[in-house]
């Protein structure tokens, strides 16, 4: 069984850096597919961020030029380094895993405020 545990989140000010970690229990490279969605109040859960195991990235338009995912296959983690943050990027934060044969893992979620 995969458990995913993020960490990370925080109050920043407009400008500021966040680094997310989702850490994985269980093996990460059954996990094909890694992705930080976020979800602010009254709000939708929207893909942020995605990483597969070959390394291609994909990102919303809203955060390209800003945010980075990674994973480190030995640490068994995903990591989302978030610059420049915006007011506009306040959202729960989850991490998202899923194998090839469909099984979808999910973590509880970590609260990301960038507010002055």
């Known amino acids: 069984q995969v458990q995913l545990v993020e960490s990370g989140g925080g109050l920043v000010q407009p400008g500021g850096s966040l680094r997310l970690s989702c850490a994985v229990s269980?093996?990460?490279?059954?996990?094909?597919?890694m992705g930080w969605y976020r979800q602010a109040p009254g709000k939708s859960r929207d893909l942020v961020a995605s990483?597969?195991?070959?390394?291609?990235?994909n990102y919303a338009d809203a955060v390209k030029g800003r945010f980075t995912i990674t994973r480190d296959n030995a640490e068994n983690t995903v990591n989302l380094q978030m610059l420049s943050l915006k007011p506009e990027d306040t959202a729960v934060y989850y991490c998202?895993?899923?194998?090839?044969?469909?099984?979808?893992?999910w973590g509880q979620g970590t609260q990301v405020t960038v507010s002055s």
């Open positions: 998202n895993g899923r194998t090839r044969n469909f099984a979808d893992y």
């Open positions: 990483i597969f195991t070959d390394g291609s990235t």
């Open positions: 269980g093996s990460i490279v059954s996990l094909y597919y």
